[in-house]
């Protein structure tokens, strides 16, 4: 059962421009979890926010969980070309399971 | 840091085959996972396990068996491969069994191709 939806689906931007992505989600959370996937490669966890968090950061991330919508967005500033890869956001529940959604496509070019 | 390894990077085998993924974590972590990543679908979960010798069905867990026997090592069976099966296969470790408040930490991936 999917939980997490990511938008959009991908994104191209220019070395040192901001992106943001967005995730809503359909039932309560205790966390979410942003991941980013390199090209072929496995995931790396980034951030995690809990859900009685507003807002949490990261060097160049800045995460925001709003519950009532059901959402987060994940910000990254000053973007460099090594930025390019997949990112993530991870639902957990009150089970034992992350749910993953699939994915924004981030494309940064120099 | 922690660090997940798998057998293979890339895989290739026929139908009909039995298939073995291997999977390694080195910093004591009670639960393992088993995910196939396919285009459009995102992570969707096979088995995990929260003990040596304990297994829990995913979401997808038809066509694929696991085993615990070690706390470090969470290997994947495919009996029979077919081509359905044919994706990228990641493992991941996360620390406590409350694993809800825990990252998982994954492996770079086995892309497996059965023809």
Redesign the interface.
């Known amino acids: 059962?999917?939980q997490g939806e990511e938008d959009p689906q991908a994104l191209s931007i220019q070395e040192g421009e901001n992106a943001t992505m967005n995730c809503s989600y359909k039932t309560s959370i205790?966390?979410l979890?942003w991941?980013r996937q390199n090209s072929?490669?496995?995931?790396?966890?980034l951030i995690?926010i809990r859900s009685n968090e507003r807002e949490k950061h990261s060097g160049r991330l800045r995460v925001t969980l709003d519950t009532s919508k059901k959402s987060s967005s994940l910000l990254i500033t000053a973007s460099r070309a090594a930025d390019t890869a997949s990112y993530?956001c991870?639902t957990?529940?009150?089970?034992?399971?992350?749910i993953?959604?699939?994915?924004t496509r981030l494309q940064v070019f120099p | 840091d922690v660090k997940v390894t798998q057998s293979s990077r890339y895989l290739v085998k026929r139908t009909g085959e039995k298939v073995f993924l291997e999977c390694v974590q080195d910093m004591d972590h009670e639960n393992m996972f088993w995910y196939r990543q396919d285009p459009g679908l995102g992570l969707r979960l096979i088995y995990f396990s929260y003990d040596v010798k304990m297994k829990e069905k995913g979401d997808i867990p038809e066509g694929y068996s696991v085993s615990r026997e070690k706390k470090e090592r969470f290997s994947l069976i495919l009996e029979s491969a077919s081509t359905n099966q044919t994706s990228m296969y990641l493992c991941a470790s996360s620390r406590t069994w409350d694993s809800h408040t825990d990252t998982q930490y994954f492996g770079p991936g086995t892309r497996l191709t059965v023809l």
């Open positions: 059962s999917q205790n966390n979890q991941y072929g490669r496995g995931l790396v966890h995690l993530f991870a957990a529940g009150y089970t034992d399971k992350l993953f959604g699939t994915g």
